[in-house]
Structures are given as structure tokens and as C-alpha cells.
């Protein structure tokens, strides 16, 4: 499937996090990823993700799809679409 | 399913935090690799250079199949190791397409049964040949195929078709393995003039400008089969298959043999095919090739317009008729392994992958 | 040889699973059920969870204190192999005098769990079973099934078998 993960958390955990994610999608903003996941992986990524986080405090919000074939993506300023890429 | 990583602007690349970082040359510290720097800031086309990434890139490791390192880079042993430990092999192909080789990581599927089972059939002459004649059995349908494809569609092939289904006849009484690479020799041959039919003026315009030794198509030829031979070994990879034991090459011809096998079936489809229709849309032309000392490259900016059709070739599905379920091109060399794998612990006769559409 | 729990699970799944894993032609590494499984296992309960492994006697997880083994399942398919898996382990721990414990089955997705005695007679069929295992394994070849069945489709050695 294909995710957009966005995520609000402590600042003690931003860069934990950032870390973990960063193994699963590509980082395309502060505190935000996007990619394709296997149903295997996104639970591995997300049981790891629910221990490092705090539920009191934090937050991680998930958009996911079939595939990114419907998925119309417009960038303004600037364009890091390389970083979603496989060709660098 | 995870993807392939090409990396063509010259950089780094390093483990970090539990993933890959990738930095430019232009950002590493001058210290690091001042030489290399310089000598490959220098070569770098100036129409690259636009697109070059100016920061940092990191890569998710569980999003990596496998790197092809299409350029200048540099790594340590770290690196590789990690690597290794998320089992992503990596293919080297130097700054003039030829490919160089590939870190193959410690194997980790190992069936000492079916290694046994893999040399019997390499050390038997007709259970060797049996499965030789297969991959060349194959090869040729796919080879034809290709020729027929465009043969309904205002080009005429027919004679070369003729030509290579009567060679084909051979491949079942041929009774060593010369022999079966001769019938198959003498079919690409065959095969080879019915491009200028398919090319048209472009190939026309390719293969007389340029002269022996070599000309751009040969160029073009090579790098596709070597992308087509390093795919395979990567599907091979995730097997139990040894890929150094072989049946048609010989093995340990310097490189994993049995990869060069099963790229004979393949080859048609994921090499071939993707050249006519670059050529023919006119993606790949003859100023996009230039002559060195020992013969034609392909440039840069189109090996890597190559490379980006090849990729989206192997993603492309198609609906598998036994499997019933649509499945990637790319999945289909990997089937083929378990068909071999099948044929070897004596469960099912292989038969090899025939374009069905 | 020894026979391990998962030899004895896919003995009862299919035959031909047991032949293939057996003579280490594997396709779990790379398929995504068995990832998602796995996850699974690490996930639930993981306050409490002990594990245990030894000689491919791999437990889910181990109360010492009330001497439970815990298996641990995404679902309630393929009953009869769970079952006997685990009164497998059940079997071994007595055998190999490690202590008469007492099994459970845990089904954290359907918030379901299940308790597992050895009898007597339990004892007499997982014997017999593992001199079948044996002669399966020792198979000159892999033994065939005719079609597909139901269970193939979630079967990581579907598209080597099928193909």
C-alpha cells in the first residue's frame, strides 16, 4: 500500500522517530514521509512506532491507498521530488 | 515490493543511523576524497549537472532490493556490511556502461539436498543437456516471438522467421552442449538481421556510420543484457539456487553462470523489445552515442532514460494463466528459479518461460 | 532428526510444505504473511512474553510460574495443526523432563484463547505422528498435490508449487 505518514511528537522523540521512519519511507518534509509498504512492513514500522511514541502527547497520522496510481501530487516552491525517487 | 536503487550522479554512500545516506560528491568533505572528487566533478555531463541532488538523500533500507552503481562512488566496508546484513546485493557498471561486476552478499538460503541435486545435473551429460536444451528451447520461441510481433505490424520477417523456426528444429537431437550453442549462435544471427527491418533508417544510420569493431547498437546490446543478467542474479539470490553451477555456459566462466543461463530466456523480452522501442520512439539516437578508444557508449543521460524504461518494464503485470493473479515482469525470472529448482529435485520437468501474450 | 514445532505444524497443514521445509527449499523469508505474523508475535503480550528456544522447539511464550506454554495465532484457521503443535511442545517438555506444564492458545486478533491438555492418548498419536514425519521427510521426492487447495492461496510456497 501506499502511505503519507505525518507525525507530531515531543521533541525529545522528533529525532527518534525520524530515525525509525526514515528505514521505511522516504522523508520528504519535517515530519513527513511517504512511500510504498508491504502490509508486513507497515505493521513492523508502526510496533516499533507505538513504543517509541508517548499516546499522551503525541501524534502520528496515517493516509494510506491501494497504490499511488490515483494519488495526484502537485509541489509548489520548492521541488524535492527526487527525494520519493529510486534514480538518483 | 521493494525497489531498485540506481545511483548515477557520482556520491557517497554510507550507513547511518540504521539506513543508507547518500551525499554528493560536492557536499563530502574535501579531505575525504579530493582526487576522486575532482576527476568526477570534471566528467559529469553538463546537462546532468542540473539535476544533480545537492544534499543529502536518505534511502529507507526496507524499500531496497538491490544497487546498481552506475557512476563514481564511494563507500567503506561498513557500508557493505550492512548491506549484507539487509541482503541487498550490488551491481557496478563503470562510467562507460560496462558492467564491472556485483558484491553478491553472503548467501542466506542455503538447501544442501538441492546443491547436491544442482551438481548431479551439471556432472550428468544428458540430464546437463536436457536442461540446456530447455534454456535454449526458450530462448529461441522468445527470440521469434519478437520477430513475429513485429512482422504483423507492416514490417517483413517472415523469411528470418522461417529461418530460425527450421534452426530450432535441431535444439532436441543436439547431443552436446557446442553443439546446442552453435543452433543458438546461428538463430541470433538470424535474428540480428531482421533489426535493420525493425530499425528502419535509424539502425541504418547506426550500423554504417560507425564501423568494426564495434558500433553503438552493440553498445546498446551489451548494457541491456548486462541489466537483464544482473536482474537475474538478484532473482537468483533470493533462492537456494547456487549460481555459479550452470548447464548451457560453463561454470565458473568468471561470472555466476547460472545467471547467464536463465538471462538467455529473457533477454528477448526485457532487453530487446525495450531497444526497438526506444529506438523506434526515437529515445535513444545516434547522437546520444560516442566513440572512445575501444569502441562505442552509451551516454549518460540516455543509459539512464535506459535504464528508468527498463525498470518501469519490470514493474509492469501481466495476469500469470496458471497462478491466476497478476504478477510483475520482474517476478517472472523468479518463478522461473523455482521452476529450475522443481526440474532439479526431480518434482516437475522445467519448461521454459515462453512469451504467452 | 529431530522433529521441530513447525515440522510437526506443517505435517498437519500440508505434506508436501513439511517435505520442501524439511530439505530447506524455503519461501518464508521473503513472503509478507510470514513478516506479518512475526510482527504479530513480537507485538502481542510483549509485557509478559518469555521466549523459549531450543533445538527448534520455538515457544511463543513461557509462564514459569504457573507453568503455562502460550502459542500465539492470527487466526482460529488450521485448528487441528495449532493443537497439536503445541501439545507437541507439551510432549517434548515432559520427555526431555523439563516439567509438566500445561498449553494455551492465544488469538490476540480475535481476543480469543484456548486450553490444551496432554492425555494419554495424546501421547501415543504425536509418537506415531513423528515416525510419519519422518518417513515424509526421508522422501526421495516431494510429495504431490493434485490442485490447489483452499489453504494454498495463503501459502508462502504457492507460486513454487503452483507455477
Known sequence: ?88 | MKRMYYIFTPGKLKRKENTVFYVPFKNVEPQDDENLQNEVLLSVDSDMAESLPTNKIVLPVQDIDSFYIMTEASFNTKFLDFCSANKIPIHFFNYYGFYSGTYYPKEYLLSGSLLVNQVKHYSSISKRLEIARKFIEGAAFNLSKNLKYYNTRNKDLQAQIDTMEGLAMDIPSATSIEQLMGIEGNIRKVYYTGFEEILGKEFELISRKYNPPSNPLNALISFSNMMVYTTVLSEIYRTQLNPTISFLHEPGDRRFSLALDIAEIFKPLFADRLIFKMINNRQIQTKDFESRLNGYYLKDTARKAFVQEYDEKLKTTIKHRKLQKEISYRRIIRLECYKLIKHLIGDTEYEPFKIWW | MHITGTQLNYFFVCKRKLWLFANHIQCEQESDLVLQGKIMHENSYSYEKKEYEFEGIKVDWLDLNNKVIHEVKKSDKVEEAHLWQLKYYLYYFRKNNIGEFTGEINYPKLRKKEQVMLTDDDVVYIEKIIDEIEVVKNLPFAPKVEKPMKICKKCSYNDLCWV
Not at chain 1, 519511507?25 to 514521509?33: A, E, K, M, P, R
Not at chain 1, 499522551?56 to 521530488?81: A, C, H, P, R, T
Open chain 1, 1 to 88: 500500500m501506499y502511505c503519507i505518514l505525518v507525525y507530531d511528537v515531543g521533541e525529545k522523540r522528533v529525532g527518534k522517530m525520524l530515525k525509525h521512519f526514515r528505514q521505511y519511507l522516504n522523508w520528504i518534509q519535517n515530519s513527513v514521509f511517504e512511500g510504498e509498504l508491504t502490509k508486513g512492513q507497515f505493521d513492523e514500522m508502526m510496533g516499533v512506532a507505538k513504543k517509541l511514541m508517548k499516546k499522551e502527547e503525541d501524534s502520528i497520522i496515517l493516509f494510506s491507498m491501494q497504490s499511488n496510481k490515483y494519488l495526484d501530487k502537485k509541489i509548489y516552491g520548492v521541488d524535492k521530488s527526487g527525494l520519493t525517487s529510486n534514480f538518483i
